[in-house]
């Protein structure tokens, strides 16, 4: 499989193909962006070279911020326990600071982590977390330890080539295994406001993806969709003028962002929708 360095060759002549659907019809925005028609996925077409492997795209969280990212675990775990059953072996591809995986532990007998990221995997090794710097295989778990639960959290975005990365996955999970995906969308209220400025089109994501985007990848795969919608990184407590502000400009997609928000989400997941996830079996 291609590691996850980002080489678009035919950008200048602009003679490309979308990476997901293998559609060559695009609408470009100048030379910053260009979507796939086809699957709707938003390519950055200004990204350079990151070597992830000593370092690079992440660095070691301060105590305040990994608490905050093992609360945002929990959130996660709401989604996907639900479809545990009988699955007793927690994976995270591209596990960085290993928080999934200390939160997994309130869920899972067996939790192991993988990233490229050398400086954080001996990071979480030193927290006495089960993790490698490899990629995923199916050798690193025993078969009697029951069904698996695999996330990819903020990977695809970065990852020259998410469609062989999946497949490399599943050749390694069995039938009924689970796999939650998330990424950030294009679609949602920051980048539809602050387009380019936000904070998450940076050089080192090499796409932004939609909720049509992650359906196409399902239906690619032949996967089926147990669950999906959106989330965010944020409360309402702190976020009620945010919200106040959103009621105002567009209170009809408001209200009904609202109304059909499910059990699990703030209210603000349903309406910012700046992150998108889907939970698919093999």
Request: with cysteine; charged share 25%.
């Amino acid at each position: 499989m291609e590691g996850v360095i980002w080489r678009w060759i035919y950008c200048g002549s602009k003679k490309m193909k979308c990476v997901i659907c293998g559609g060559g019809e695009f609408n470009y925005d100048n030379d910053i962006a260009c979507r796939c028609i086809k699957c709707n996925i938003l390519y950055n077409l200004k990204t350079k070279e990151l070597d992830y492997s000593d370092g690079g795209g992440q660095d070691i969280p301060t105590i305040e911020k990994s608490k905050q990212r093992v609360q945002n675990a929990f959130k996660r775990f709401e989604i996907i326990t639900p479809y545990k059953h009988t699955h007793n072996v927690f994976v995270d591809i591209g596990c960085g600071s290993g928080e999934m995986l200390e939160a997994s532990k309130q869920f899972f007998d067996y939790h192991i982590g993988y990233d490229k990221n050398k400086v954080l995997i001996k990071h979480t090794q030193q927290k006495g977390l089960n993790t490698f710097n490899k990629y995923f295989e199916s050798v690193d778990i025993e078969n009697e330890l029951g069904g698996v639960m695999l996330s990819i959290n903020h990977v695809l975005e970065h990852t020259a080539n998410p469609i062989d990365l999946l497949e490399d996955i599943l050749d390694n999970l069995n039938k009924n295994d689970v796999i939650y995906i998330e990424v950030p969308l294009y679609t949602g209220y920051s980048f539809t406001t602050k387009k380019y400025n936000w904070s998450l089109w940076y050089d080192e994501h090499l796409a932004l993806y939609s909720m049509e985007t992650l359906e196409f990848i399902a239906n690619k795969l032949d996967l089926k969709v147990l669950d999906k919608g959106y989330r965010n990184f944020i409360t309402d407590n702190d976020n009620r003028a945010l919200l106040l502000k959103n009621i105002t400009k567009n209170f009809l997609s408001t209200l009904k962002g609202i109304l059909s928000k499910k059990s699990y989400q703030l209210t603000l997941d349903n309406v910012l929708k700046d992150y998108g996830f889907i939970v698919l079996k093999k």
